[in-house]
């Protein structure tokens, strides 16, 4: 027996609690992990909360990030006691995740922890930073530099808005904040923002084109706020869109792509190829100082996960939540 988050759907309903569970529902996998530490993504908290169709079968351990020590391996690749981190692979959807103590996964699924980052510090970053990380590297190999003008962050308060002001702001880039929250424009300045305007500004419906303004943006709403930043992106920017807080519709025109040859990068990181997970967390550790784990993230233990993932759903929680679960 574990201790986890289970998530459950029978004649009852649908309910996740923190109970006991039996290693017999582990599925199967070449690398037994015992967790030390997990994350709740904005993912977790839909597949908690029932508010998503996150989860596709059950029982379910949510969580899709976690970090741990190898406790069984059948694979050559890692050891028994080398520290391993994953991110996504559907785990904690369609696979047990990292919200409980235990877990048992697919080898190629594990990279090893990098050196530059302890457990904690790495589910810090979680999902989240590693996106935030990815963005920025499809900015940069779309030819944006420091000097093409201002990037756009939206969802600014959120975990990948967060890590996206941080990295940007450390690499040179002029970063302006979106946010429902303007009470919290001086944390979004600490990390590096040098403006901070009102969501509210992006996210009702606009023009097919508008006022050139942004030589970039990392966008995780969607919807017409993604719209809009894609119809105010100068000529030649580049938009990295990685989220749909505010929907998964993308209700706009082709006007900014073919007049403006503005381009529109998807950023997926659940399945990204194992080449492109280790460039990321390699880049991470060269940029981010110890101080941004401090302003971005705060930690809970297993117990409090549930009640924090509704205040999530309800846009109550500034950047990262890292689980403690040992």
């Known amino acids: 027996m574990f201790h986890g988050i289970l998530i459950e759907k029978d004649e009852q309903g649908y309910r996740a609690s923190v109970k006991d569970i039996d290693e017999s529902l582990l599925p199967e996998g070449d690398v037994t992990v015992n967790v030390s530490h997990s994350t709740l993504n904005?993912?977790?908290?839909?597949?908690?909360?029932?508010?998503?169709?996150?989860?596709?079968?059950?029982?379910?351990?949510?969580?899709?990030?976690l970090v741990g020590t190898v406790e069984h391996s059948d694979c050559e690749r890692f050891n028994v006691g080398d520290s391993v981190l994953l991110n996504g692979f559907g785990v904690g959807e369609a696979h047990c995740g990292g919200l409980a103590q235990k877990a048992r996964l697919k080898s190629e699924w594990l990279i090893p922890l990098?050196?530059?980052?302890?457990?904690?510090?790495?589910?810090?970053?979680?999902?989240?930073?590693?996106?935030?990380?990815l963005c920025v590297i499809a900015l940069e190999k779309n030819g944006i530099t420091p000097d093409k003008g201002e990037i756009l962050v939206t969802g600014a308060n959120g975990g990948v808005g967060s890590f996206s002001i941080a990295i940007l702001s450390k690499l040179g880039y002029n970063v302006v904040a979106s946010t429902g929250r303007m009470e919290e424009a001086e944390y979004l300045k600490n990390l590096g923002a040098t403006e901070v305007i009102e969501r509210q500004t992006l996210s009702e419906?606009?023009?097919?084109?508008?006022?050139?303004?942004?030589?970039?943006?990392i966008d995780s709403a969607g919807s017409h706020t993604l719209a809009n930043v894609c119809a105010s992106t100068k000529y030649g920017g580049v938009v990295a869109a990685c989220g749909l807080a505010q929907g998964m519709d993308f209700p706009a025109s082709v006007a900014p792509f073919?007049?403006?040859?503005?381009?529109?990068?998807?950023?997926?990181?659940?399945?990204?190829?194992?080449?492109d997970r280790i460039e990321a967390w390699q880049r991470l550790g060269d940029i981010l100082e110890p101080s941004v784990f401090e302003d971005i993230s705060a930690d809970i233990s297993l117990s409090d996960a549930v009640d924090v993932a509704t205040d999530l759903i309800a846009g109550k929680v500034r950047g990262r939540v890292v689980v403690n679960i040992s």
């Open 42 to 65: 904005y993912k977790d908290a839909l597949a908690i909360t029932g508010k998503g169709p996150v989860v596709r079968t059950f029982p379910m351990v949510p969580g899709i990030d």
């Open 114 to 133: 990098p050196k530059a980052f302890s457990p904690r510090q790495a589910m810090a970053i979680g999902t989240a930073g590693y996106t935030a990380m």
């Open 205 to 217: 419906p606009g023009r097919p084109l508008a006022r050139e303004r942004w030589a970039g943006a």
């Open 258 to 275: 073919i007049l403006r040859g503005v381009t529109l990068a998807g950023i997926d990181s659940v399945m990204r190829p194992l080449e």
